[in-house]
């Protein structure tokens, strides 16, 4: 039973549309300061420290903004989500080889039409061809892998880490023969950007995040009773075949448009989904999402205004993070020694 809900009150069987409730006024009041410590942190990134014409440094910081915002609420959602469907609290997306889609497509793109496709094909259309492409290959395989009664999590680990390593090895063996000037072009955009985005895309990205977010929070319920497992679940009246494709749609998503918006981030999906459970307290999900969001956002502010005020490396934050995340990642999974 969950740790917040009162053990002395009677209370009826929990469903996948009644769970289990509890008092909320502690997990509210710690996400209030949340919020209030994000938004903080945005203004601060965005309004201070400006040189030269204000405007123009508002309008490129609101870009970067715009970024931040779309990855944290991307990789902290999915990320949750995946771990919550695998039952797992280290297995990510990118980890099972989500974003190896992704760079094995620029690859593709490259290898067949030259570099200059890249540049030619930047836009709404080439972003949702990129996430058409990631949804569909990840929802069949892994609906087929979650759905087994008796899934396997080493066979699970062991299938994405195979397709992964398939994948970056055809886009490693792509680029060996590329022309060094279609490499640079390439390189570049395998590699997250949140200072070289395109706003035209925003709207985009908007629409994306607020109908899968609004998915996502209906569900939010199910998803604590998907936390139980397949069997309790089934027991507890949720449809799991219905609910799993729903989630891993959601997922692959989430995960597929911050991909191809700001490059893959390979660790920072872990170190959210990290932070938000410990922060919340509790594994409901109407706390942890909201968490795991305004932590993303947070995080990645905070990152921003030191790289750019205090180490002028602006470019650089995605590099730190995935390295600080990696560090972070062998720490836990050396820690409890078990997948």
């Not at 397949?230 to 609910?243: F, I, K, P």
Request: aromatic residues 10%; glycine residues 10%; proline residues 4%.
């Amino acid at each position: 039973m969950p740790e917040d809900v009162p053990t002395a009150t009677a209370l009826p069987p929990p469903t996948a549309d009644r769970p289990l409730r509890g008092p909320g006024g502690r997990s509210g009041l710690r996400l209030t300061v949340l919020a209030l410590v994000t938004a903080g942190a945005a203004a601060a990134y965005c309004l201070l420290f400006v040189r030269g014409a204000f405007d123009f440094a508002v309008e490129r910081r609101l870009a970067v903004a715009g970024a931040i915002v779309v990855a944290g609420f991307c990789q902290g959602v999915g990320t949750v989500m995946f771990q919550t469907v695998t039952r797992n609290r280290i297995l990510t997306p990118s980890i099972m080889g989500f974003e190896s889609v992704h760079t094995l497509f620029q690859t593709a793109l490259v290898v067949v039409f030259g570099g200059s496709v890249l540049a030619a094909t930047d836009g709404v259309a080439k972003t949702l061809v990129q996430t058409v492409l990631v949804v569909g290959f990840v929802t069949v395989l892994f609906r087929w892998l979650f759905s087994g009664r008796d899934t396997d999590l080493r066979v699970l680990l062991l299938v994405g880490l195979v397709l992964g390593l398939a994948f970056d090895s055809l886009s490693v063996f792509g680029q060996r023969v590329l022309s060094p000037a279609e490499y640079d072009v390439l390189s570049v955009r395998l590699f997250g950007r949140l200072s070289h985005v395109d706003p035209a895309q925003f709207p985009l990205a908007v629409l994306v995040c607020a109908v899968v977010g609004a998915v996502v929070w209906r569900r939010r319920h199910r998803l604590d009773v998907l936390h139980l497992g397949r069997d309790v679940a089934t027991n507890l009246g949720v449809d799991y075949r219905r609910e799993l494709t729903v989630m891993l749609v959601c997922v692959s998503t989430l995960v597929a448009f911050s991909t191809a918006l700001v490059g893959p981030m390979t660790f920072f999906g872990f170190v959210v989904a990290l932070l938000a459970r410990q922060f919340a307290g509790t594994h409901r999900h109407a706390v942890v999402l909201p968490a795991a969001v305004l932590l993303g956002v947070l995080v990645l502010f905070v990152g921003q205004f030191v790289m750019e005020h205090v180490f002028y490396a602006a470019g650089q934050l995605t590099v730190v993070v995935e390295l600080l995340g990696g560090v972070v990642f062998l720490f836990v999974l050396l820690k409890r020694g078990t997948l």
